[in-house]
T-cell receptor, first 113, second 115 residues
Framework: QKEVEQNSGPLSVPEGAIASLNCTYSDRGSQSFFWYRQYSGKSPELIMSIYSNGDKEDGRFTAQLNKASQYVSLLIRDSQPSDSATYLCAVNSNAGNNRKLIWGLGTSLAVNP | ETGVTQTPRHLVMGMTNKKSLKCEQHLGHNAMYWYKQSAKKPLELMFVYNFKEQTENNSVPSRFSPECPNSSHLFLHLHTLQPEDSALYLC??????????????FGPGTRLLVL
């Protein structure tokens, strides 16, 4: 059973701080990794994808991938109250005959003004 | 995100009703997905279509019946549902199903309540 694990939170950070979200996965063959943000009552929206070891930056967001340790993280710099949401980690995996995304439960982030 | 649209946005149905969910993508993608999202559970993949062909049926009960007439449209036909089927049903699309093409974009979802 291929799995993606996230700390459900809630993770609470003050406005302006760095929020660090972590995700571990079980399939060593995984090659594509995604972070989505989901506001309450809304659908997931893509924040970042990452495919290679190391860091990938996009504005206030940085994704970090370490395939040897099987974890991927998301850093949010200068956190804003509008960043308060659930962050979903998704990892592609060979499951059965097809590759598909395996999703974590999500980490709830609260940014306090 | 207006690239993927879903109707209806909310649906209440009895266990003996038949209804259909509709999804349309305007992104020129070739793959489309149905997901179920329930509280306290990860996103559950239900079906995948790639170039109109079903490539994944994740052991979904037959009371859920998908239809993909073309790469832009996806339907989920519902009949004799159970209260535990109440959930948010999400449609997504991607350019393809492997490598860099598998980034998925979601519609707004249909909130379904089965009484």
């Amino acid at each position: 059973q291929k799995e993606v694990e996230q700390n459900s939170g809630p993770l609470s950070v003050p406005e302006g701080a760095i929020a660090s979200l972590n995700c571990t996965y079980s399939d060593r063959g995984s090659q594509s990794f995604f972070w989505y943000r989901q506001y309450s009552g809304k659908s997931p929206e893509l924040i970042m994808s990452i495919y290679s070891n190391g860091d990938k930056e996009d504005g206030r967001f940085t994704a970090q991938l370490n395939k040897a340790s099987q974890y991927v993280s998301l850093l949010i710099r200068d956190s804003q109250p509008s960043d308060s949401a659930t962050y979903l980690c998704a990892v592609n995996s060979n499951a059965g005959n097809n590759r598909k995304l395996i999703w974590g439960l999500g980490t709830s982030l609260a940014v306090n003004p | 995100e207006t690239g993927v649209t879903q109707t209806p946005r909310h649906l209440v149905m009895g266990m003996t009703n038949k209804k259909s969910l509709k999804c349309e993508q305007h992104l020129g993608h070739n793959a489309m997905y149905w997901y179920k999202q329930s509280a306290k559970k990860p996103l559950e993949l239900m079906f995948v279509y790639n170039f109109k062909e079903q490539t994944e049926n994740n052991s979904v009960p037959s009371r859920f019946s998908p239809e993909c007439p073309n790469s832009s449209h996806l339907f989920l036909h519902l009949h004799t549902l159970q209260p535990e089927d109440s959930a948010l049903y999400l449609c997504a699309s991607s350019r393809g199903t492997s490598g860099y093409q598998e980034t998925q974009y979601f519609g707004p979802g249909t909130r379904l309540l089965v009484l």
